[in-house]
């Protein structure tokens, strides 16, 4: 019999690159810094389930774009559907393909749509905060001021869709974060775990491949006070 599963487990795997230092990815900026910074320190191979969720985004992302591209469709039309994306900073490179992101033009407007795959969309009741974030640099990068986010249901293609406006002071937020993990990891300094000291973001904490070295680097530190 054919091991469909181990088709799969092989399918999405791939080679993990080492991260390097002064280079950065607009899709994690939303995520615990500390994790980040273990992820640069300590990388991991990611686990082949966390790849087969990925999977499936990727492919609701390609449904989102059929649908816009979509004669039946004539209100919106698609601009871009897999943007480079690179900001020079001073000391260091945000930069990626950014493939959650969808250009469309609608009412004569650009329009950035940031696409999520989740869940249970009846559950969410606002855009997540790791998401307007990212999806606010964008904004800045691209010089794009409309944008929003397309949370896509992975059970049955629900949607729902959030305007998010384009906001600076945000925009600095999420580059400022750069700045601080850039230099937590030029000087190998460890950040603040801020998903524990910040109840919004707990839940990372649950989801988190780095648990164990951050308690132990906690339980370190106290013995170092």
């Known amino acids: 019999m054919i091991d469909f599963d181990k088709l799969i487990h092989n399918h999405v795997k791939r080679e993990e690159k080492p991260k390097v230092i002064g280079r950065y990815y607009p899709s994690e900026i939303g995520s615990c810094l500390r994790k980040i910074w273990f992820s640069y320190k300590y990388p991991k191979e990611t686990e082949s389930e966390l790849l087969k969720i990925f999977k499936i985004g990727d492919m609701l992302h390609n449904f989102v774009v059929e649908v816009i591209k979509s004669e039946k469709n004539p209100d919106v039309e698609l601009i871009d559907a897999e943007m480079p994306f690179e900001l020079k900073m001073k000391n260091f490179v945000i930069s990626g393909r950014v493939d959650d992101i969808v250009l469309l033009k609608a009412n004569n407007k650009n329009i950035l749509v940031e696409v999520k795959s989740i869940s249970n969309v ?26 929003m986010l397309l949370y896509v249901d992975k059970r049955n293609l629900k949607s729902k869709v959030f305007t998010i406006p384009y906001d600076e002071i945000e925009a600095i937020k999420a580059l400022e974060r750069f700045s601080i993990l850039h ?20 839940w990372m904490c649950k989801y988190c491949e780095y648990r164990d070295l951050c308690e132990e680097a906690d339980i370190n530190g106290k013995k170092d006070r």
């Open 183 to 202: 230099e937590h990891l030029s000087n190998n300094t460890i950040p603040e775990p801020e998903a524990k000291l910040d109840e919004e973001k707990s």
């Open 122 to 147: 009846n559950k969410l009741e606002k855009a997540k905060p790791q998401h307007v974030m990212q999806l606010q640099l964008y904004m800045f990068a691209t010089k794009i001021r409309d944008g």
